[in-house]
């Protein structure tokens, strides 16, 4: 028996054989070339035979798992269209006469390093496609078949990392569990793993030639551990612990494509709370109905220069894109804070959760501010957006972002680019906010309750300070009837109203937000069908002493 801890990226109980998938490393022997051209021939040819495989596994992964997944392949043709990966491939066998294979594998670990370098999770995981991709060159190269993935019986898969367009290939019938030496948690495996339910393991520190095909293994995806060649005892209790857990998993995918309704009728719009464009398809495998809250910081985070208008641009489409004509509602910049962005070089504060953050950054860098709003109507011209502003405690502040809004869109019908001015809401996340809610509902079309800075602010107690957990009621009383509040205000003037902080999420509370009218739950991911099965099992009319009261 051998037991190892990794990264959990999927929960549940996995019992069955294991099949390693061994070392598929693309060596790639150098030589020196005699004439450039027909080595250029040869990389170019393989580049064409590449795209058209990458093109059969984009439709295949279509029909078995998916648009969100397919688009992993998406990424793949990008690559291979991208001038500098392509160009330093041919520079490399134009200036130093060597073979298109060698060029191809160390380009591609050139380049897989520096993704891996990058700070944000999904940029980091395109470490990964790289690989595949050069892998995928240098195999076409030397002319050797793709490996077989597909396997007779149900396995655990172990491996040192998977590559999209392996994992694609297995048959997804037989996948019982991953468990992974390497890959990040927005890995094909991962998705995959998230999108069928089934638990994944990465950062597992197994020696491949300890573990062979053929062993048993117990994978537990919550606790994040492997057991190999398991004792009878611990196979019985997985067995155990499997069947309830299978149980809990059937009841909840029967939710999806269902109504959040309540008993009596009430439908309640049950959204996604996400943080990255990778986060987009981990929205759609959970049957979100739309995006609640896009934290668009990912975009300013980890870099040392401001992200451009048309990069801004680019990535609010794709998630609107991606989301078809459900509702998506991108947060302005939220910066400062716990969310600290280098490339702002914000000036240290006594207390920067009271500091010069979110709103108050744009409202004071007009450019900034406005290169956003920018990206974001033009954005809008391609699904069904609408802006959320963050921190907000004053109606002077919504008037005066107005203002900003409008000068954009005069900016962009001056240069004669296509936008649209989409419905704008604000985040009820500070007291003041909750205590004049009356008449920032004349100004808005929506509020998004921040329940965790609203706790913050109102308890007195620091979001980031653990020792402080014992004196934090997230359901102090205070806060449930200021929930009831903003509710009651917004609907006084014809608006909706809903809660994109964690409390959303929080399936003890759900009876009550929906008895005080809650129009929308903003919730992650992984929460949106167990936060739809508790709207179903609940009346908005029943009569059930408040807490708040
Ligand atoms: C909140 O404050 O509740 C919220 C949703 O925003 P963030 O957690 O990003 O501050
Ligand atoms: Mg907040």
Not at 221 to 227: C, F, L
Not at 307 to 324: K, T
Not at 523 to 532: D, Q, Y
Not at 537 to 549: D, G, I
């Amino acid at each position: 028996m051998k037991t190892y801890t990794g990264r959990s990226v999927c929960g549940g109980i996995a019992v069955g054989k294991v099949i390693v998938i061994g070392n598929r490393g693309h060596q790639a022997e150098r030589y020196r070339i005699e004439a450039v051209d027909p080595e250029m021939g040869r990389m170019d040819r393989a580049v064409q035979t590449a795209r058209e495989q990458i093109r059969e596994l984009y439709e295949r992964a279509l029909k078995e798992v998916g648009e969100a997944n397919a688009a992993i392949f998406e990424a793949h043709r990008i690559m291979l269209e991208d001038e500098d990966y392509l160009g330093a491939m041919r520079e490399m066998i134009r200036a130093e006469l060597v073979n298109a294979e060698y060029a191809a594998a160390v380009t591609g670990d050139h380049f897989a390093e520096m993704f891996a370098g990058m700070e944000d999770d999904y940029m980091k995981a395109r470490s990964e496609d790289v690989k595949d991709i050069s892998r995928r060159l240098i195999r076409i190269l030397q002319g050797r078949e793709e490996a077989e993935f597909s396997f007779v019986e149900p396995s655990v898969v172990v491996a040192e990392d998977l590559s999209p367009s392996e994992t694609v290939q297995m048959d997804q019938e037989k996948i019982l569990a991953f468990v992974t030496v390497h890959g990040s948690a927005n890995s094909h495996a991962a998705i995959l793993a998230r999108t069928m339910n089934i638990p994944a393991l990465t950062g597992v520190p197994v020696d491949l030639n300890e573990i062979h095909t053929g062993m048993t293994a117990i994978v537990d995806g919550s606790a994040g551990e492997v057991i190999f060649e398991p004792t009878e005892a611990q196979r019985g209790r997985a067995e155990i612990r499997k069947r309830e857990e299978q149980e809990r998993i059937r009841l909840l995918q029967e939710l999806k494509g269902k109504k959040s309704e309540t008993t009596d009728g009430r439908a309640i719009r049950i959204y996604a709370n996400i943080g990255s464009i990778g986060d987009v398809s981990h929205a759609l495998e959970n049957d979100a109905e739309g995006i609640g809250l896009f934290r668009s910081e990912f975009l300013y985070l980890g870099r040392n220069d401001l992200p451009s208008e048309e990069e801004q641009f680019l990535a609010y489409r794709q998630v609107l894109q991606a989301m078809g004509q459900k509702h998506v509602i991108i947060r302005t910049l939220d910066i400062g804070a716990d969310k600290q962005a280098e490339c702002f070089q914000l000036e240290r504060e006594e207390n920067p959760a009271m500091g010069y953050r979110a709103i108050r950054i744009c409202l004071k860098q007009p450019e900034l501010f406005k290169t956003q709003l920018r990206a974001l109507l033009r954005a809008a011209v391609y699904g069904n957006l609408s802006i959320m502003y963050p921190m907000i405690i004053s109606v002077e502040e919504v008037r005066q972002i107005y203002r900003f809004v409008e000068e954009a869109a005069q900016e962009l019908k001056q240069a004669g680019i296509p936008y649209r001015i989409p419905e704008q809401g604000i985040m009820v996340e500070t007291p003041a906010a909750v205590m004049i809610s009356d008449e920032l509902a004349e100004l808005v079309d929506f509020f998004s309750i921040g329940t965790n800075d609203l706790t913050q602010y109102t308890l007195a107690i620091d979001r980031q300070n653990q020792r402080l957990e014992d004196f934090c009621d997230p359901h102090h009383r205070a806060i449930l009837r200021m929930i009831r509040m903003v509710i009651d205000n917004a609907h006084k003037c014809g608006k909706w109203a809903g809660i994109c902080g964690e409390l959303a999420a929080d399936t003890e509370l759900t009876g009550e937000l929906i008895r005080m009218g809650v129009d929308e739950l903003s919730v992650a991911p992984s929460m949106i069908l167990e936060v739809r099965k508790r709207v179903r099992e609940n009346r908005q009319s029943a009569v059930v002493k408040a807490r708040w009261q």
